[in-house]
């Protein structure tokens, strides 16, 4: 697959929690932990399931948040 985007994070589903439409996803990077936001149409799609390897892929033009 080829995809534009150059921030490509590999990892493992740490964790899946499902709401009303959208699915929280979290996945663990060497001990740190990204969560995404999806539909849930997306995580059937993928067939996503903890444990599972998948990478986190960021756009430069999401909103980030930082704190010290």
């Known amino acids: 697959m080829k995809l534009s985007a150059r921030n490509i994070i590999p ?4 964790d899946i929690k499902k709401g009303a439409t959208t699915s929280h996803v979290v996945i663990d ?17 993928l067939k996503l399931a903890v444990g599972q390897k998948a990478s986190a892929v960021i756009k430069a033009s999401d909103v980030m948040v930082m704190i010290d």
Not at 11 to 14: A, Q
Not at 29 to 45: F, H, Q, R
């Open 29 to 45: 990077v060497g001990g740190k932990l990204i969560t995404a936001s999806i539909t849930n149409e997306a995580v059937e799609d």
């Open 11 to 14: 990892g493992t589903v740490k």
